[in-house]
């Protein structure tokens, strides 16, 4: 949750709820998802609970069947056995056409047989198929004087009952059978009307639970997520999600609002906690800069008579080397005074006013003006074994202070042979840029980490530890504006790579 926050607080915010998986409505996707499994449940049951209700009515109606077969049989051997006791061919089958006339029916069959030595032969038959010989049912009953009741299966479907005909001693067997077939066409119909029922119930169930589950589940579930959503673009600006539905989901859209609400608070004390953090930093820097400014200031008074004193010296050295002849002796020395007279300057203005000199503006050779420092710096070239040069190219004539431009050149060139390794090579090189007057410092060094590019131009921040004071850049930089160009780091595949811009003369004539 808190790497979720922290996403949040830094603008990390999907373009389009496709990014953050939301690519189908969630309360839809439930519900036919409940419908679906709603209607198999409730087909798996109903067919369940229809085919054991069937088999169990089928059965039930089977032993009435078979009850009714042997009452049936009883009575009629009954009578029977009373119109002719000593087994009267004739007699027997007057009976059975007279009984036959009203206990029996379509689905009741009955034949007589009488006992001829171990023989049963038919004498008397409710059916016009006479060609019905006993079966081994018939035998047994008559050999062992008792009922015998079997189940018939298809084709036939039904009940036999084989029972003794006579009183003590038997003379015959009365052999009924009850057909079943009707009681089967009847489990088949009522099997066919169940099923259909039951399927057009459990897809009326699954419409009715896929209605109910969008109303009580969908609404509320695609009401919270669509408010979730919504807080991807931050706490503070997300909408509240509507508490409806069931008690649940309500409960649970009061919790995310409240949760809502402690985040966006949180978002909001943040950015007061930030906000102060920064004054908190923009006042130590003021305070450090105060404090430079005033140390400043009593360096400046200190330096000033010595910096007399060696421009006095140092004007008495170039009439001597005059008088001697040492041309190149001489050049060196005027160009010790011009930096000289250049330091001088920034000590009175900060004396007199606190701050950097106003620029004194006018038409400079960026060219000249970057081999007189090579040459000025000659010697801490020579010191660290590194190498500069001065690269070809057009003249660059720009609108410039020269002064402040050769301590702009300074500090770069200085960095450069600090960073650079004894064998390094520094190339100084000018032209003209998008109009503007252009000056680069390239060195073949180890480069700036991306921590040290984070911090470029920051007052105080400095990469070389004890040794520099973070202020170089940063100085440079607010020179090169005061002038009307700019300062920048130019990214490159190895080294370091400064450019500076400033108007050009034949941009301004």
């Known amino acids: 949750m808190s790497v979720e926050i922290e996403r949040l607080a830094q603008g990390s915010v999907p373009a389009r709820l496709d990014d953050i998986g939301v690519r189908e409505r969630p309360s839809m996707a439930l519900a036919r998802r409940l419908a679906i499994l709603t209607a198999i449940l409730a087909l798996v049951l109903v067919l369940g609970a229809t085919e054991i209700s069937l088999s169990w009515s089928e059965r039930s109606r089977l032993e009435d069947f078979r009850d009714d077969a042997m009452a049936l049989a009883n009575t009629l051997s009954a009578l029977l056995t009373d119109i002719a006791p000593t087994g009267n061919p004739d007699s027997l089958a007057q009976g059975l056409e007279d009984e036959a006339l009203q206990r029996l ?22 059916d016009t198929v006479l060609d019905h010989p006993a079966d081994d049912a018939d035998a047994l009953a008559f050999a062992r004087r008792a009922m015998i009741v079997r189940r018939l299966d298809a084709p036939l479907s039904g009940w036999h009952v084989a029972t003794p005909l006579g009183r003590g001693r038997p003379f015959g067997v009365l052999d009924i059978t009850v057909s079943t077939r009707k009681l089967e066409a009847w489990a088949r119909v009522e099997r066919q009307r169940a099923y259909l029922a039951a399927v057009i119930s459990a897809l009326l169930l699954a ?12 609404r509320p579930l695609e009401s919270l997520g669509q408010a979730m959503a919504g807080a991807h673009g931050g706490a503070a600006g997300a909408p509240p999600a509507p508490e409806i539905g069931p008690h649940e989901f309500r409960m649970l859209a009061s919790r995310y609002n409240e949760l809502r609400e402690a985040l966006a608070q949180r978002e909001r004390e943040s950015q007061s906690r930030a906000a102060l953090l920064t004054l908190q930093e923009r006042a130590r820097g003021l305070d450090r800069l105060a404090l430079l400014q005033e140390t400043a200031v009593s360096f400046a008074h200190e330096i000033g008579t010595p910096l007399n004193t060696l421009n006095g010296h140092l004007q008495l050295l170039r009439d001597d080397l005059l008088a001697l002849r040492q041309p190149k002796a001489v050049e060196r020395v005027r160009l010790l005074l011009t930096q000289v007279d250049r330091v001088a300057g920034i000590v009175r203005a900060g004396l007199d006013r606190g701050r950097w000199p106003q620029p004194y503006v006018r038409t400079t050779d960026l060219r000249e003006l970057a081999e007189r420092m090579l040459r000025f710096l000659e010697p801490s070239f020579v010191d660290a074994g590194v190498q500069a040069e001065l690269r070809p190219g057009s003249p660059a004539q720009a609108i410039c202070d020269p002064a402040q431009v050769e301590q702009i050149l300074l500090n770069l060139l200085k960095n450069a042979i600090e960073a650079l390794e004894p064998g390094g090579l520094v190339i100084v090189s000018t032209g003209i840029r998008n109009g503007q007057a252009c000056l680069e410092v390239e060195d073949d060094g180890p480069g700036l980490d991306l921590e040290a590019q984070a911090n470029l131009f920051r007052p105080f921040t400095t990469t070389k530890g004890a040794g520099g004071s973070g202020l170089g850049l940063a100085v440079s930089r607010r020179l090169a504006r005061g002038l ?9 595949s190895a080294g370091t790579r400064w450019r500076l811009t400033l108007p050009s003369a034949g941009v301004a004539a």
């Open 207 to 218: 419409l009715g639970v896929a209605l109910l589950t969008r109303k009580w589940v969908g």
């Open 105 to 126: 029916g379509p689905s009741r069959k009955a034949w007589i047989y009488l006992a001829s030595g171990s023989m049963l032969t038919l004498v008397a038959s409710s």
């Open 484 to 492: 009307g160009g700019d300062l920048e780091h130019v990214p490159s």
